[in-house]
């Protein structure tokens, strides 16, 4: 495939892409003007490379046409949160909306990968009007704490710099990096209640 | 009304201009990428001021439960274009879309108002998902030259420092300022065709 | 030179015209809150591209070492204003300020081009603190009515189109679309007295 | 003081605070681009509320005509780093600058305050171009890891609710949480070396 072709195929998810993080965005800003807590902290979204959409087809022996429908994180959503608690609510919120729907979804908190990866995906189908009309496509939603996210960060540096193939004391190492974020992220746990009432007062007095 | 409670009135309005500014943006992206020319030159969009949408309930005698169907302008958008025939593709655009629906359209252009004031205006339906649930709002897309543009700014200030009762010389030389910019759309049409080919060629050349 | 080579020297110059967006905005900024009237309209900035660079080199038969000395439009500002008097209070300002330096300038404005181009352009010297210490560069400024921005982007498109070797026919309609600017610049003049002061009661009211 | 004469005096430290977000966001940017590790990996910024700068002169004992020379941190950048180690890094690159001057430095790494809180704190003079001519603010730079980061907005937080009297076991839940955001900066510090050459390769391979 051409640069150009790419290109027209790549238009619709970076639009979804541009479409939700606004989306997301204002679920937080909307909350906090109401003065509730908003288990959003930050969101990020990026459209695939090209190069690593090629490669995971050629991993997954996707065919160049059938990429739309069997790779899903050519467009991609990242919510960042405070607390594992928020990540429920979020996939619960998501679940409600009128204007995506829930595909299927994989919980790698509960079942957080041997490496030490937990992150919540949800993959939704996503409504996008393009010049030649309504298309729908495919995007998947990471939810995280800020520790796994940091985490995660660390992880994919390391996993490209060794090919997949992370060396076995690296691993460990990693393990337990992992180890100590899943430790903050409990202690967090510990005073989120306080925490979230402390927070919602604070934006209340900062909109007034 | 208290300041909250337009707050939380105004939300959804927000969220429109937010949307709708990324989508007609996109556009322009979608076009240029495929190498055809764009209509759109540039978008802006505002939420109305608490304060105007008060004087304007009043002028209209329009009760405050009612400003949310009979406003039609709380959210607004503008798309600025180079030439006066883009207008009316855009207008024909935005009747293709499947994510909004026009509720009617004025053409200030073929009838333009004896100010001077010259731009199409079309009043769309657009969903917004809130923390409550999908809401249909009203939003008004006004649709102009630059040209058109310069004038209506320079208006719009005059108008507001004569509250609305700009004195008659001042009216006058307002109108011929207004033919003046009529002119320069006059003379950009007739070498429109020149430019759009020559501007076709120039995406290209930017992309590749 | 190479993409990397070519990427650090570009370097400062991004910076450079960051900076320098930055700084012009906030003259704007601080003039509309002190309830004076701006000037300044908008700004945009741009590093000139690797490609066109190397032709204007070529053109003027510059070495590759020397383009950062001779070519001075690398890092280009570009300042849109209201009205023509506006240009001239800009040029005022740049002088006095202590963190660029005017290394001279070209008054296209009364002494237009035989195409129709208008503009006034002032060069600077504006020093920039790199990874490898502090370097002065070179930045063109240029300062513009909106009608002489709207010509101007237009002729743009058309040399390019022709190769800088625009058709007797189209030059001529362009001179005369060029007048057409020029009228609606005069007409806006002859009300400019008005506009200010409206424009300035604007701010003020809409700060409070 | 009236809302007029504070936003007079807030003029400068608003641009202070952007230009120092251009100019240490595009230290980021050129190491990345020459392939080699950036010890920033975000950097944000604010200027202080009116009501928070009357609370703390109120605190030190501060006449409104000294605020300028005795709150230091009117003018807020916040610079996170992946490890403690880039702290260190920042802080020498701060001090090479020629466009800043450090007036004074706290680091509350290696002596920590009770309350768990860790930072780098570095106090500068920064001159700034206003309409009335060259001006000499103080700025102040919080340099931290992410960990660090994400403590101390949950200890703001809390010190908010609670009017900085935070109850003994809170205190001492906050202080677990603190000693867990260490242990992980520890845990990232042993595979640093390791990390910091996987991400070089990565920048160097995501811009070819």
């Known amino acids: 495939m051409e640069l150009r072709e790419w290109k027209t195929i790549l238009i619709p ?20 003007n ?3 807590y908003s288990p959003i902290e930050f969101v990020t979204g990026r459209v695939k490379k090209i190069s690593s959409i090629i490669s995971k087809a050629k991993k997954l022996n996707v065919n160049m046409d059938e990429i739309e429908e069997k790779i899903e994180d050519i467009a991609g959503i990242r919510i960042m949160c405070q607390f ?9 919120l998501i679940k409600t909306r009128k ?15 041997d490496s030490g990866y ?11 009007q393009t010049a030649s009309g309504l298309k729908e496509i495919l995007a998947e939603i990471q939810i995280r704490t800020l520790a796994m996210n940091f985490w995660a960060t660390i992880e994919h540096s390391l996993k490209y710099k060794y090919q997949h193939d992370i060396p ?3 691993a460990k190492r990693l393990r337990r990096a992992g180890d ?8 967090m746990s510990e005073i989120r209640e306080e925490i979230m009432r402390a927070q919602v007062m604070f934006e209340m007095k900062s909109l007034t």
Chains 1, 2, 3, 4 share one sequence.
């Open 13 to 32: 998810y970076e639009y979804a892409v541009e479409e939700l993080k606004v989306k997301f965005k204002n679920i937080r800003k909307e909350l906090r």
């Open 34 to 36: 109401n003065g509730e």
């Open 84 to 92: 594992v608690e928020d990540i429920y609510t979020i996939v619960s």
């Open 99 to 113: 204007d995506m729907t829930v595909v299927y979804e994989k919980d790698y908190i509960k079942n957080y990968k």
């Open 118 to 128: 937990r992150s919540y995906h949800v993959i939704i189908k996503y409504p996008i």
């Open 168 to 170: 076995k004391d690296i």
């Open 180 to 187: 100590a974020a899943f430790l903050l992220d409990q202690e």
